[in-house]
Protein backbone atom coordinates (compact mmCIF):
# COMPACT_ATOMS: atom_id res chain seq x y z
CA UNK A 1 0.00 0.00 0.00
CA UNK A 2 0.82 3.32 -0.97
CA UNK A 3 0.24 6.56 0.82
CA UNK A 4 0.40 10.46 -0.17
CA UNK A 5 -2.04 12.53 -2.61
CA UNK A 6 -1.43 14.04 -5.89
CA UNK A 7 -4.21 16.17 -6.99
CA UNK A 8 -4.84 16.67 -10.85
CA UNK A 9 -7.80 19.11 -12.91
CA UNK A 10 -9.38 16.67 -15.09
CA UNK A 11 -11.60 19.25 -17.09
CA UNK A 12 -12.74 21.35 -13.94
CA UNK A 13 -12.63 18.10 -11.31
CA UNK A 14 -9.71 17.71 -9.06
CA UNK A 15 -8.92 14.38 -8.97
CA UNK A 16 -5.89 13.59 -6.22
CA UNK A 17 -4.44 10.03 -5.62
CA UNK A 18 -4.48 9.28 -2.03
CA UNK A 19 -3.34 5.75 -2.55
CA UNK A 20 -3.44 2.27 -3.99
CA UNK A 21 -4.18 -1.18 -3.52
CA UNK A 22 -4.55 -4.21 -5.18
CA UNK A 23 -7.45 -3.69 -7.50
CA UNK A 24 -8.63 -0.52 -6.35
CA UNK A 25 -7.19 3.33 -6.45
CA UNK A 26 -8.19 5.71 -3.18
CA UNK A 27 -9.34 8.72 -4.76
CA UNK A 28 -10.01 12.58 -3.11
CA UNK A 29 -12.30 14.13 -5.80
CA UNK A 30 -12.69 17.91 -5.44
CA UNK A 31 -11.63 18.00 -1.98
CA UNK A 32 -13.89 15.18 -0.25
CA UNK A 33 -12.69 12.77 1.75
CA UNK A 34 -11.10 9.32 0.45
CA UNK A 35 -13.35 7.11 -1.29
CA UNK A 36 -12.18 3.33 -2.39
CA UNK A 37 -12.78 2.92 -6.40
CA UNK A 38 -12.00 -0.31 -7.90
CA UNK A 39 -10.67 -0.61 -11.37
CA UNK A 40 -13.15 -0.12 -13.65
CA UNK A 41 -15.67 1.71 -11.58
CA UNK A 42 -17.08 5.09 -12.23
CA UNK A 43 -17.45 7.56 -9.61
CA UNK A 44 -20.56 9.90 -9.69
CA UNK A 45 -18.21 13.02 -10.95
CA UNK A 46 -17.53 10.56 -13.95
CA UNK A 47 -13.99 9.69 -12.86
CA UNK A 48 -13.31 6.21 -13.55
CA UNK A 49 -10.20 4.17 -12.84
CA UNK A 50 -8.78 1.84 -15.43
CA UNK A 51 -5.54 0.39 -13.95
CA UNK A 52 -3.51 0.90 -10.78
CA UNK A 53 0.02 -0.53 -10.17
CA UNK A 54 2.57 0.34 -7.09
CA UNK A 55 2.62 3.50 -7.61
CA UNK A 56 0.09 5.24 -10.35
CA UNK A 57 -3.40 4.68 -11.07
CA UNK A 58 -4.72 5.47 -14.60
CA UNK A 59 -8.29 7.60 -14.88
CA UNK A 60 -10.72 8.61 -17.40
CA UNK A 61 -12.91 11.87 -17.39
CA UNK A 62 -14.98 12.45 -20.18
CA UNK A 63 -12.85 10.36 -22.73
CA UNK A 64 -9.92 12.03 -21.33
CA UNK A 65 -7.09 9.92 -19.60
CA UNK A 66 -4.59 10.74 -16.85
CA UNK A 67 -1.91 8.83 -14.98
CA UNK A 68 -1.70 9.87 -11.48
CA UNK A 69 1.78 9.42 -9.64
CA UNK A 70 1.57 8.22 -5.97
CA UNK A 71 3.84 10.90 -3.79
CA UNK A 72 3.54 14.25 -4.78
CA UNK A 73 0.74 15.84 -1.82
CA UNK A 74 -0.53 18.47 -3.94
CA UNK A 75 -3.95 18.75 -2.33
CA UNK A 76 -4.31 22.27 -4.66
CA UNK A 77 -4.25 22.60 -8.26
CA UNK A 78 -0.74 22.77 -9.47
CA UNK A 79 0.10 26.23 -10.31
CA UNK A 80 3.49 28.47 -10.69
CA UNK A 81 2.93 29.49 -7.20
CA UNK A 82 2.56 25.87 -5.89
CA UNK A 83 6.66 24.70 -6.46
CA UNK A 84 8.11 23.91 -3.57
CA UNK A 85 5.23 22.84 -1.45
CA UNK A 86 3.90 19.90 0.08
CA UNK A 87 0.23 19.44 1.67
CA UNK A 88 -0.42 16.33 4.19
CA UNK A 89 -3.39 15.30 6.43
CA UNK A 90 -3.31 13.89 9.26
CA UNK A 91 -3.88 10.40 10.17
CA UNK A 92 -6.73 9.36 12.03
CA UNK A 93 -3.91 9.47 15.45
CA UNK A 94 -3.21 12.85 14.25
CA UNK A 95 0.18 11.95 12.78
CA UNK A 96 1.58 13.34 8.95
CA UNK A 97 2.46 10.16 7.19
CA UNK A 98 3.06 10.41 3.65
CA UNK A 99 5.60 8.85 0.59
CA UNK A 100 8.44 10.34 -0.71
CA UNK A 101 11.87 9.11 -1.70
CA UNK A 102 15.23 9.13 -0.58
CA UNK A 103 18.42 9.16 -3.70
CA UNK A 104 15.53 8.24 -5.78
CA UNK A 105 13.72 5.43 -3.77
CA UNK A 106 10.73 5.33 -2.31
CA UNK A 107 9.99 5.57 1.40
CA UNK A 108 7.31 6.16 3.71
CA UNK A 109 8.01 9.30 6.13
CA UNK A 110 6.38 9.90 9.38
CA UNK A 111 6.55 13.76 10.09
CA UNK A 112 9.00 13.90 13.24
CA UNK A 113 9.77 17.54 15.25
CA UNK A 114 11.11 15.75 17.93
CA UNK A 115 13.33 14.08 15.81
CA UNK A 116 17.10 16.20 15.39
CA UNK A 117 17.86 14.32 11.79
CA UNK A 118 15.89 12.26 9.32
CA UNK A 119 15.93 8.47 10.49
CA UNK A 120 16.17 5.59 8.77
CA UNK A 121 16.10 1.51 9.90
CA UNK A 122 18.56 -0.75 8.83
CA UNK A 123 16.51 -2.12 5.79
CA UNK A 124 15.47 0.88 4.42
CA UNK A 125 19.01 2.07 4.28
CA UNK A 126 19.80 -1.44 2.65
CA UNK A 127 17.20 -1.27 0.04
CA UNK A 128 17.60 2.98 -1.07
CA UNK A 129 21.73 1.51 -0.93
CA UNK A 130 23.21 3.26 1.82
CA UNK A 131 26.24 1.42 3.32
CA UNK A 132 25.75 2.57 6.80
CA UNK A 133 29.15 1.29 7.88
CA UNK A 134 31.08 3.77 6.10
CA UNK A 135 29.03 6.24 8.20
CA UNK A 136 30.02 8.11 11.14
CA UNK A 137 29.48 5.98 14.64
CA UNK A 138 27.55 7.10 17.41
CA UNK A 139 24.52 6.40 19.36
CA UNK A 140 20.99 8.04 20.12
CA UNK A 141 18.94 7.92 23.36
CA UNK A 142 15.59 6.09 22.28
CA UNK A 143 12.46 5.30 24.06
CA UNK A 144 14.33 1.97 24.54
CA UNK A 145 17.56 3.40 25.77
CA UNK A 146 20.72 3.89 24.13
CA UNK A 147 20.55 2.16 20.36
CA UNK A 148 23.76 2.63 17.92
CA UNK A 149 23.27 4.48 15.01
CA UNK A 150 25.27 5.66 11.82
CA UNK A 151 25.71 9.18 10.91
CA UNK A 152 25.10 9.86 6.66
CA UNK A 153 24.72 11.67 3.96
CA UNK A 154 21.58 11.92 1.49
CA UNK A 155 22.24 13.43 -1.68
CA UNK A 156 18.47 13.78 -2.16
CA UNK A 157 15.18 13.80 -0.30
CA UNK A 158 12.23 14.60 -1.87
CA UNK A 159 8.68 15.36 -0.01
CA UNK A 160 5.86 16.06 -2.62
CA UNK A 161 7.50 19.08 -4.63
CA UNK A 162 9.95 19.94 -2.17
CA UNK A 163 13.15 18.77 -3.01
CA UNK A 164 16.37 19.13 -0.77
CA UNK A 165 20.68 18.12 -1.37
CA UNK A 166 22.99 17.26 1.06
CA UNK A 167 20.45 15.94 4.21
CA UNK A 168 22.17 14.27 7.09
CA UNK A 169 20.84 11.70 8.57
CA UNK A 170 20.59 9.01 11.25
CA UNK A 171 20.53 4.83 10.00
CA UNK A 172 19.61 2.79 13.19
CA UNK A 173 20.88 -1.28 13.23
CA UNK A 174 16.87 -2.41 13.62
CA UNK A 175 14.56 -2.13 11.29
CA UNK A 176 11.68 0.96 11.41
CA UNK A 177 8.25 0.78 10.32
CA UNK A 178 8.92 4.72 8.91
CA UNK A 179 11.32 6.91 8.13
CA UNK A 180 11.12 9.70 10.68
CA UNK A 181 11.14 12.84 9.02
CA UNK A 182 13.32 15.35 11.25
CA UNK A 183 14.61 18.80 11.71
CA UNK A 184 17.79 18.30 9.47
CA UNK A 185 14.71 18.71 6.66
CA UNK A 186 12.01 20.42 8.31
CA UNK A 187 14.33 23.24 9.94
CA UNK A 188 14.78 24.33 6.40
CA UNK A 189 10.90 24.66 5.48
CA UNK A 190 8.29 26.94 6.54
CA UNK A 191 5.55 24.82 8.36
CA UNK A 192 1.98 25.62 9.01
CA UNK A 193 -0.61 23.95 10.33
CA UNK A 194 -4.59 24.59 10.28
CA UNK A 195 -6.66 21.64 11.83
CA UNK A 196 -5.72 18.30 9.98
CA UNK A 197 -3.38 19.53 7.24
CA UNK A 198 0.10 20.54 7.70
CA UNK A 199 1.69 22.96 4.54
CA UNK A 200 5.49 22.81 4.40
CA UNK A 201 6.83 25.35 2.02
CA UNK A 202 10.22 24.85 0.51
CA UNK A 203 12.40 28.54 1.54
CA UNK A 204 13.87 30.43 -0.83
Do not use: W
Amino acid sequence: MCLAVMCTAVHGVDVGLAGVFPGKALLTIDGGAPRTVAVGARTAEGVRVLAVDSETATIESEGKKRILRVGQNVVSRPSAQSSGIAVLTADGSGHFITTGNINGTTVRFLVDTGATMISLGASDARRIGIDASKGQRGTVNTANGQAPVSRVRLDTVRVGEIVLHGIDALVHQQDMPFVLLGMTFLNRLEMQRDGQQMTLRKRY
